[in-house]
């Protein structure tokens, strides 16, 4: 759960709201609850984001 105080300016809080959502992984999180995945493809996403993380560190590690 997320609390936000507003201080007059709804804008602001909005801003922030969204800030600390992407923060905590929560609106990618709703993002990819939205429809149902399929095992196959859930499958599919986990191993193409462990390739792009390990490509980052990769990248990292090279640079430095």
Do not use: W
């Amino acid at each position: 759960m997320i609390e936000i105080e507003v201080r007059g300016d709804i804008e602001q809080a909005i801003r922030l709201l969204k800030k600390k959502m992407q923060l905590d992984g929560m609106k990618k999180e709703l993002k990819r609850r939205e429809y149902y995945e399929k095992p196959s493809d859930k499958r599919r996403r986990k191993q193409a984001e462990s390739k792009r993380k390990l490509r980052k560190l990769m990248m990292r590690t090279e640079r430095d």
